[in-house]
């Protein structure tokens, strides 16, 4: 049976997308490439490979979720020197954790994935860049106000890697 690697997370909007951006480019002195703009997010919960059934079922389970909209401050970088990810985490959000639980739960309770680590939201801007990348001036702080989560498809093509929502869900009050 056919599986694809999937995870359920936040996409960012355009004017953070170029927050990030700019700042990279003009304060941030790197070695390698930063991750695809196009594939930046933060994760609520990994799900590895998934088959058809299976995703179906998510699918329902996120649609039944309720939660309000809500915002996420970004205003600061940190990066994990064992596997070189350097990265974004948002101020707490106790919104964001009540999200990302029952996400991560059900991952564990059907045994697709069980994270090791306790969750740590975050937006990756290198992977496996050792040493740390010098920031030399901080970053603008940000406001990321999140309406929808995502159920994401990770795939390669010839382009690179891709992240393709192939369900969205929204939040309402």
């Given at each position: 049976?056919?599986t694809r ?12 997308t ?6 990279l ?12 703009a ?8 990994f799900l ?7 995703t179906?079922?998510l699918?329902?389970?996120a649609?039944?979720?309720?939660g309000?909209?809500f ?7 940190g990066?994990?020197a064992?596997?070189?990810i ?5 101020a ?10 029952p996400?991560r739960?059900?991952s564990e309770q059907?045994?697709?994935y069980?994270n090791?680590?306790?969750y ?7 992977r496996n860049?050792k040493?740390?990348p010098q920031?030399?001036?901080p970053m603008?702080?940000?406001t990321l106000?999140?309406?929808k989560f995502?159920l994401y498809?990770?795939h390669s093509?010839?382009d ?5 929502p192939?369900?969205?869900f929204?939040l309402?009050?």
């Amino acid at each position: 049976m056919a599986t694809r690697r999937l995870f359920f997370g936040i996409g960012l909007d355009e004017q953070a997308t170029s927050t990030i951006q700019q700042w990279l480019s003009r304060s941030v002195a790197h070695h390698q490439p930063p991750t695809l703009a196009r594939n930046w997010h933060i994760t609520l919960a990994f799900l590895a490979q998934v088959d058809t059934p299976t995703t179906d079922a998510l699918i329902e389970f996120a649609e039944q979720l309720k939660g309000a909209p809500f915002e996420l401050q970004f205003s600061q970088s940190g990066y994990w020197a064992h596997n070189g990810i350097f990265y974004l985490p948002p101020a707490p959000s106790d919104a964001l954790g009540s999200l990302a639980a029952p996400l991560r739960a059900l991952s564990e309770q059907w045994q697709l994935y069980t994270n090791p680590y306790p969750y740590s939201p975050h937006i990756t801007l290198f992977r496996n860049h050792k040493p740390t990348p010098q920031v030399r001036a901080p970053m603008t702080p940000f406001t990321l106000t999140v309406t929808k989560f995502h159920l994401y498809h990770s795939h390669s093509s010839q382009d690179g890697l891709h992240y393709t929502p192939i369900a969205s869900f929204g939040l309402s009050a």
